[in-house]
């Protein structure tokens, strides 16, 4: 073994060994939080986070799993599983996808009374990297694959239309909030506001647009 390969090898099996303690997982999402703003959300993996963390990428996992959840929990929402809000979403007649789609954010954020909207969002608007990379995950993670999966024209300018209804939900229910709307329950939510987010995703937008 030449000596540059042992040496990777030595510094490969110490990042090894770090303690896995809560020092290790802080130092990971330190590490995270700075890979996501410079590179965007797209261009970072979990090797890279691991690389800048001064971890191996098997520790980041063992911590985050995959580099949703390391986003995710990047910005306090540990507990956040948007492949599996998406799917939920997704199961069922394609005619009701935008009522189940309201539904699963309005209860997804209701459990803990908005509390933990209210915080992360003013955190993230104020920070400019972070207001930039969170379009970003929702496109790539959340909004983006589901309307790719219905195979409509104009994904891109659904997939926005369909952020800014959700987004105007959660603003008005959590951080601004103007009753009934943020009294309601989530169902009678998903009813009033769900048929307005399956227009955007699957009927026919008015005026000329540009495919995406």
């Known amino acids: 073994m030449t000596g540059g390969r042992a040496q990777d090898a030595v510094g490969v099996a110490r990042r090894g060994r770090r303690p896995a303690g809560q ?3 802080d130092v990971v999402l330190a590490g995270a939080r700075e890979e996501f703003r410079e590179r965007g959300y797209e261009a970072a993996s979990v090797r890279s986070v691991a690389r800048r963390a001064g971890v191996d990428p098997g520790t980041v996992r063992h911590w985050f799993g995959d580099k949703t ?3 995710t929990a990047s ?6 599983d948007p492949a599996t809000l998406v799917r939920e979403a997704a199961a069922g007649p394609v005619d009701g996808l935008g009522e189940r789609l309201v539904r699963a954010v309005v209860e997804l954020w209701d459990a ?3 509390t933990t909207v209210r915080l992360v969002i003013p955190a993230v608007m104020t920070d400019p990297g972070l207001r930039g990379l969170l379009p970003q995950f929702l496109g790539a993670e959340i909004l983006g694959p589901l309307v790719q999966r219905l195979d409509v024209a104009d994904a891109r300018l659904r997939t ?4 800014s209804q959700v987004a105007g939900v959660l603003m008005t229910r959590f951080l601004v909030p103007i009753d009934p709307l943020a009294s309601l329950p989530p169902g009678r939510v998903a009813e009033l506001v769900g048929p307005t987010v399956q227009r955007y995703l699957t009927g026919d937008l008015p005026g000329r647009t540009q495919a995406g």
């Open 160 to 163: 926005a239309l369909v952020a």
């Open 112 to 114: 803990d009374g908005g």
């Open 75 to 80: 910005l306090g929402l540990a507990d956040v």
């Open 23 to 25: 020092d290790t997982r």
């Open 69 to 71: 959840h390391l986003f």
